[in-house]
């Protein structure tokens, strides 16, 4: 029981709350190759003209990649040798569309047309869906890598008192990635690059140590890690009911709904299951964690905080996608968004704190010979903002794919920047 519980809270980042000084550190940077060429542009729904978020851009036979960010908005780098090839926009219940990169002027509009749902009710009604959860955890070695590889991906991590920022980290980070006959032990993170700005002010000096930070992106792969929630032991306490179909890349999907059916000593989830419906690949996973009994919730997140301080957690949501590449599926993108409120003894109003963390894959080599090593790999017990450097540089990721920052946070970014020269 121990060991479950242990694995179980693995899924919730660990927070740290404490009153400390902004200390800068610094990491080492390399430079990518010369002649990149920067691709902007917006992603909107064809009949609503309203944006889309998360929608996965790649450049097509490759694994350079990135997503949009909240405002529908993507950058992309390639070199000058990939101006002939195109690039796929795929979003979940949209049509993938291919365009050319001399076909996109700066700040283009991309509209996806929506595919409608294909709800069957006969075969829905035919199907075990938890035995379509089994098939895809299953069926991981087929669909997945079975050799190792070494992804690179850009983190991003930031820390809002109520609507303010008070911390922005972001990393370009690279993954060991094992086959998916192998669990995740042995994977590691390493950063390639990364920057911080804190908040100067000191009424926010009261910081949050977000624990884990790009090695979420180890945890929250569900196809290397079930025993997190749907290993065998851990499908009979959830119960899944099979509602819709839907089409993500051209391909038909079951979705798959699931909430707990078991009472636990620690917090169980509910949510959604994307699996495709030809060769049963899990392609998306839309995870909530269940906030009905919260103390349960709050012992397994906080590990410490100032001593008359209230925690509330409000809401854990986790978001993960996996696209083609190739004849298999690969990691494509991460998201964690923890909400909490903190207040102190004898106050009357409390403050709501966010934290979002996200990581898009960019790119995947074969494992290096000089791979990462233990000793510089990124671990559990570090904080980002303790291992990155300043933030004012402009051109500071040159040649690197990144989530395109939102309207909100670069006005943040400029901001904080001002404050601390």
């Given at each position: 029981m121990k060991t479950t519980i242990i694995k179980q809270t693995l899924l919730l980042a660990t927070i740290y709350l404490f009153a400390a000084s902004l200390q800068l550190g610094a990491t080492a940077a390399n430079t990518p190759g010369p002649d990149v060429i920067t691709i902007h542009g917006t992603v909107k729904d064809a009949t609503s003209n309203c944006t889309l978020e998360y929608v996965n851009i790649s450049l097509a036979g490759t694994n350079k990649g990135t997503i949009t960010n909240t405002n529908g908005i993507f950058t992309i780098k390639i070199i000058e040798d990939e101006i002939n090839t195109p690039i796929e926009i795929s979003h979940l219940g949209y049509k993938t569309k291919r365009v050319f990169p001399s076909q996109l002027t700066d700040e283009s509009t991309i509209y996806l047309n929506p595919q409608p749902d294909l709800l069957d009710e006969i075969t829905?009604?035919?199907?075990?869906?938890?035995?379509?959860?089994?098939?895809?955890?299953?069926?991981?070695?087929?669909?997945?890598?079975?050799?190792?590889?070494?992804?690179?991906?850009?983190?991003?991590?930031?820390?809002?008192?109520?609507?303010?920022?008070?911390?922005?980290?972001?990393?370009?980070?690279?993954?060991?990635?094992?086959?998916?006959?192998?669990?995740?032990?042995?994977?590691?993170?390493?950063?390639?690059?990364?920057?911080?700005?804190?908040?100067?002010?000191?009424?926010?000096?009261?910081?949050?140590?977000?624990?884990?930070?790009?090695?979420?992106?180890?945890?929250?792969?569900?196809?290397?890690?079930?025993?997190?929630?749907?290993?065998?032991?851990?499908?009979?306490?959830?119960?899944?009911?099979?509602?819709?179909?839907?089409?993500?890349?051209?391909?038909?999907?079951?979705?798959?709904?699931?909430?707990?059916?078991?009472?636990?000593?620690?917090?169980?989830?509910?949510?959604?299951?994307?699996?495709?419906?030809?060769?049963?690949?899990?392609?998306?996973?839309?995870?909530?964690?269940?906030?009905?009994?919260?103390?349960k919730v709050t012992r397994a997140l906080l590990r410490k905080k100032p001593l008359g301080m209230r925690f509330k957690p409000e809401s854990i949501s986790y978001l993960v996608t996996y696209k083609q590449s190739g004849d298999k599926k690969m990691l494509s993108y991460i998201r964690s968004e923890t909400e909490f409120k903190c207040d102190w003894k004898r106050k009357l109003f409390s403050t709501n704190y966010t934290i979002v963390s996200e990581t898009v894959i960019t790119g995947k080599s074969p494992v290096p010979q000089n791979k990462i090593s233990h000793k510089n790999s990124f671990r559990d017990n570090f904080s980002l903002s303790e291992k990155a450097q300043a933030f004012y540089d402009k051109e500071y990721w040159e040649g690197y794919n990144i989530i395109a920052p939102e309207e909100s946070l670069e006005k943040a970014v400029d901001r904080l920047v001002k404050n601390h020269q």
């Open positions: 829905i009604k035919a199907i075990d869906a938890r035995e379509l959860v089994r098939n895809a955890i299953n069926k991981s070695e087929e669909n997945y890598s079975s050799d190792p590889s070494m992804l690179r991906g850009f983190y991003r991590e930031t820390i809002r008192k109520r609507r303010k920022y008070i911390n922005i980290s972001e990393a370009v980070v690279e993954i060991l990635k094992k086959p998916y006959s192998e669990d995740y032990h042995r994977e590691m993170v390493t950063l390639k690059k990364g920057r911080k700005l804190l908040s100067t002010k000191e009424k926010d000096t009261l910081m949050i140590k977000f624990l884990g930070g790009p090695n979420l992106i180890l945890y929250l792969d569900l196809l290397k890690n079930p025993d997190l929630m749907f290993s065998e032991e851990n499908l009979f306490k959830y119960k899944f009911s099979l509602k819709e179909i839907v089409m993500i890349e051209d391909k038909p999907h079951f979705v798959v709904h699931f909430s707990p059916l078991a009472i636990m000593p620690y917090a169980l989830h509910f949510g959604k299951l994307y699996i495709d419906k030809s060769n049963y690949a899990l392609s998306r996973a839309e995870i909530n964690v269940d906030m009905t009994d919260r103390n």
